[in-house]
């Protein structure tokens, strides 16, 4: 099993640097534009590593490097840290402001029968050298230039193919934003799709799609997973949405081949299709099936959960989201009060972004005092409560998980 356990950027937006090490749940907290998108935009940049369309989906899709560089700056890095069984690698990946793969690195950074060093490297001034841990030296290997060598090498990794769960690491980052759940008059008004409301064509499935765009089949998938999963997760919609409700359903059309979802009241031969519930009850059930199917995923990455759902249902969302984090960590990033407030530790879960007003702006990372924070809480429902009252900057520790850029750099002979 492959899971990230720290991201890292060097001038991306207002990051100058930052080193930040993932507990099982992780919330990003902070003011509008102080970079909780930019952290969870460069999560999606290191899942799309590992594919052959890196370079091309950074401009079609991210906007190209002057979407991301920082102002002034020749380059930006994304880095992973990966553990892998016991083991753990460090991946990093500079873009130049010219679209180029400047540098590129996978390291080995800890393990206890293994050496550690570099296994892989790049640079302009040649293709990639790889480790032979046989010689004990490094080996020139052709690379095409508009590809990773995470994406070129992925499967031919001799040595136990390191690379491959590597890159199965960053393959299984999952990035959730917002789920498109609002009603269908909007949608028809403006000419798209209503994705979670819209009937799908029959398709198996292991992930939610982005947007819960096939949430008819992920909750096909559910209900051929067994009575007793059924039974858990049905358990699962009552606790949030009434006990009124007897079934999710997932009913073919008459065109055939589509599927489209209802629920089922308690004793009525009705059912209510999607397009008559609530956003906040729709995004609530496609919650549920993103936490509730099977995954592979190395990290669960969420832009803002709460949205539609009221302040109670915030705190059951953060609840079905941390319950996966025995399976890979989670990063939520949010505004909410009441999921603050739920949190079991935020000392460890909480991150704090705090940017400067004097432009170039530069974001840092704080983490909450555990001790300070504890004797807030003996009057105070939970943390959320305490930045409410305006007291937050009372419990951040001053040290913060960002560091200066030379220290990120320290170990990096292309910095």
Known sequence: MSTLKEIGLVNVRTFESLQLRLA????????NGCGKSTIIESLELLRRASTSNF????????GGPAALLRVGKPSFDIRAGIVVGDVEFSYVLRIGKLGEILHERLSRVSAHEQPTGVLYERSPAHDVLVLNEVEGKME????????????QFRGRDESGDTLGAVADALAGIDVQIAFDVGARWVANSTNRSAFARDAVKLAPTRRLQRLAANLPNAYL?????????WGYTMELVRLGLGEWIEAVQVEGLPSGGMLALSLKPRGQDVSLPADALSDGMLGYLALIALVRLPS???LLVFDEPELHLHPSLAARALGLLASTADE??????????????ALENPASSVCLL????????TTSVSRPNAAELSRWLADYDGLGSVIAAGF????????????????????????
């Open 328 to 341: 890979a960590p989670v990063l939520v990033a949010t505004h909410s009060s009441s999921m603050l407030d």
């Open 221 to 229: 998938q559910l209900r051929n997973a067994g009575d007793a999963a």
């Open 354 to 361: 705090d940017v400067t007003r004097e432009f170039p702006r």
């Open 392 to 415: 937050g900057r009372a419990v951040v520790d001053q040290t913060a998980e960002s560091s200066g850029a030379s220290a990120a750099r320290d170990s990096d002979p292309e910095g």
């Open 296 to 298: 592979d995923r190395s």
């Open 55 to 62: 370079l091309e989906e950074l401009h079609t899709v991210h």
């Open 140 to 151: 020139p290997h052709r690379c095409r230039p508009e590809i990773t060598f995470i994406s």
């Open 24 to 31: 099982p749940v992780n919330l990003l907290i902070g003011e």
